[in-house]
């Protein structure tokens, strides 16, 4: 009995081989963690040289990640009510309209502290929008068609 440990049981990797959506889920939240992140340490970067002040980076990074628990509850029942593509949309899309501002204010030399800080939290209000299955198995793949079919 040559038999390999967990032989018959699907890998981690399983879901994006089989799945065509989870696939696109997946690197698309791939592509936009690694946006946010690099934009994390830009605004970090942008603050420190306005202001020379190590305090208000802290104070940008608090306004961006404080928002994830203390709203992560209501954002679960929004996830749970409504369209979960809709709501990724808007919270993408609302991402999306908060960098492009703080780029054209960097742009054309508007920008403060001030506006940093509110960009970020902003920023951060819209991770709790982005809802996530919590592991990529069969579970994620029947709560997808509970919600398409609900």
């Not at 889920?25 to 306005?50: D, E, H, K, M, Y």
């Not at 409504?82 to 960097?106: C, E, F, H, M, P």
Request: hydrophobic letters at 45%.
């Amino acid at each position: 009995m040559d038999q390999r440990a967990g032989e018959g049981q699907p890998g981690p990797l399983a879901p994006l081989r089989e799945e065509r959506n989870y696939r696109w889920f997946f690197l698309g939240n791939l592509a936009s963690n690694l946006g946010t992140f690099c934009q994390s340490i830009a605004q970090s970067l942008l603050v420190f040289r306005l202001t020379g002040s190590t305090f208000l980076v802290g104070v940008v990074n608090f306004a961006q990640y404080a928002a994830v628990p203390i709203l992560a509850p209501v954002a679960g029942s929004v996830a749970d009510r409504y369209d979960r593509r809709k709501v990724l949309i808007i919270a993408q899309a609302s991402a999306g309209v908060a960098a492009t501002v703080l780029t054209l204010l960097n742009a054309f030399g508007l920008i403060n502290a001030g506006v940093v800080i509110v960009l970020a939290a902003a920023i951060g209000i819209t991770w709790c929008g982005r809802p996530r299955p919590a592991c990529p198995s069969r579970r994620w793949r029947s709560s997808c068609r509970r919600s398409r079919t609900a």
